[in-house]
């Protein structure tokens, strides 16, 4: 059995390029874009995640076959 993408999707936000991005932002906006960011996570939607220079985007291994 092989796993979905989504499930070896690894999405990381930068924290202190997060708050410089966002500095400007009401608690609210920002709240918009992480839940954003979370829909395209799940989605595994890494060309749109990768439009956001705060994210960073990997992949876990797969597991080896036994």
């Known amino acids: 059995m092989v796993a979905s993408t989504t499930e070896n999707l690894i999405v990381r936000l930068n924290p202190p390029e997060f708050w410089s991005a966002t500095r400007l932002m009401s608690e609210m906006e920002r709240d918009v874009l992480l839940e954003a960011i ?3 996570a799940e989605a595994g939607d890494i060309d749109g995640l990768s439009r956001f ?4 985007v990997s992949f ?3 597991p080896q076959a036994a």
């Not at 220079?53 to 960073?56: A, E, G, Q």
Request: no cysteine; aromatic share 10%.
């Open 53 to 56: 220079s705060f994210v960073t």
């Open 60 to 62: 876990r291994p797969a």
């Open 38 to 40: 979370t829909k395209l």
